[in-house]
């Protein structure tokens, strides 16, 4: 029948006129939903542009409309496609050769009930700031013990799985034992078609209270858009928010923030997430109502001087407070230590650089008294063989001079004669740098 049906509607281009919804635009690939109104379940088709239609269609509605694609195939905006159908196992999906927009402005039903949203919620007494994903994150709440959990799900749902294995392993815990273990209590109902809403107001008002539960959970897993728009509808928020016990939600995915989350006590993005924080709210009460006791006891007393488990965290807290301040103290120690050393190394380098000064000194003064005792050397035996051929006095006399002055440099050469040696010694010691080929 579905190949006969898609047969058909290939035979000849479909005109779909309807709400877009999750629009994905790309260089190379281009869908969205279309989604029929007037309706508490969305008919929806998924139309997807070819790619070499793609820039054709692009082109037409920017330029009559002067903004980009992904704006034009905005949620809510009203589109009409023309394109080839075909038929898949659960959907019809419409190749588009032409994409239109009618009224820039105009909005579906849909989007019209969610820009409607905030203002019912503020006329039914709910706060409209619970719409914002943050919600999710606040910390759930009991007011007693629950003996009897009522959870709202799907008759084989495996999200009711996921919330008993995270509830359990979490109220379990130490500090939980001394309260009855609470009864989870499934009331199923029909997750997916037309009526949804409707069936979920006539569980929450005819069987829950049947169950004689104390809290009610309501968690459903992900899935598309269109199946999770009942719990948009006014009458589940009615219902939600007129219950006697406390209500808590788990329904879709993390980024999903529905009316039905906003009317609850507490939501959480899934399933095992909200097990959890409701485990967590147990345990938080149990060692708050009773505190943990040992030895032999009557039902409702407790030891005198034995510690409850918050004061056991405090103490724990204490403890490590006090190992941080050790630590900060061992640090500030080390840092100052570091310090010291820093200055000595410092000092260190001055001390060898100003070395390093006076021996370059000491260094040129040895080779300039070399130097002038050599000179000193070979003129005043130039200056005395002059005198004894020529026979002068004055000759004589500055001969005699430089051998003075040559005696005044051999004094001066011999006395540094040990720092030569040491440096001599050293560069014999020093290994000879390799040469490079």
Same mark, same amino acid.
């Given at each position: ?111 019209? !009930? ?204 204490? !403890? ?14 080390? !840092? ?102």
């Amino acid at each position: 029948m579905c190949e006969t049906l898609g047969r058909a509607l290939a035979a000849e281009p479909v005109k779909v006129e309807g709400e877009c919804r999750n629009a994905r635009v790309d260089a190379h690939y281009v869908s969205f939903d279309l989604c029929g109104r007037d309706s508490d379940c969305p008919d929806v088709v998924r139309v997807w542009i070819p790619a070499n239609q793609i820039w054709r269609i692009r082109q037409g509605l920017e330029s009559r409309w002067s903004h980009p694609l992904e704006e034009c195939l905005a949620d809510g905006r009203c589109v009409v496609v023309i394109g080839t159908a075909e038929v898949r196992r659960t959907s019809i999906q419409v190749s588009a050769t032409g994409v239109y927009i009618n009224d820039f402005d105009a909005v579906g039903s849909l989007q019209a !009930q969610l820009n409607r949203l905030p203002s019912t919620l503020e006329d039914l007494g709910i706060p409209p700031d619970r719409l914002s994903p943050s919600e999710t994150r606040q910390k759930l709440t009991l007011d007693r013990p629950p003996s009897r959990i009522a959870v709202v799900t799907g008759k084989s749902s495996r999200a009711y799985e996921d919330f008993c294995a995270a509830f359990w392993s979490t109220a379990k815990r130490k500090g939980a034992e001394k309260f009855p273990r609470p009864q989870l209590v499934h009331v199923p109902f029909r997750l997916e078609g037309a009526g949804v809403a409707d069936e979920l107001v006539r569980v929450l008002r005819d069987e829950v209270p049947e169950s004689r539960a104390d809290a009610v959970c309501i968690v459903r897993g992900g899935g598309p858009w269109s199946d999770l728009w009942p719990f948009h509808s006014l009458e589940v928020v009615k219902a939600v928010h007129d219950m006697p016990m406390p209500v808590f939600t788990a329904i879709g995915h993390e980024s999903d923030r529905l009316a039905i989350d906003c009317a609850a006590r507490g939501s959480r993005g899934t399933p095992s997430s909200l097990g959890e924080g409701l485990g967590w709210a147990f345990r938080e009460l149990c060692s708050r109502s009773v505190p943990r006791v040992t030895g032999i006891k009557s039902p409702g007393t407790r030891v005198a001087g034995e510690p409850t488990e918050l004061e056991e965290v405090k103490r724990r807290l204490a !403890q490590s407070r006090a190992r941080c301040r050790t630590v900060e103290a061992e640090l500030s120690r080390a !840092q100052a230590t570091l310090e010291d050393e820093r200055a000595r190394a410092d000092a260190a380098q001055k001390h060898a650089f100003e070395q390093g000064l006076r021996s370059g000194e000491r260094l040129a003064t040895n080779r300039a008294v070399e130097v002038a005792l050599i000179v000193t050397v070979l003129v005043t035996f130039a200056i005395g063989g002059l005198a004894v051929a020529v026979g002068e006095l004055v000759f004589v006399i500055v001969a005699l001079a430089g051998v003075v002055g040559a005696a005044r440099l051999i004094l001066e050469w011999v006395r540094t004669a040990p720092e030569r040696g040491a440096r001599w010694q050293r560069k014999i010691r020093e290994p000879k740098e390799p040469t490079v080929l």
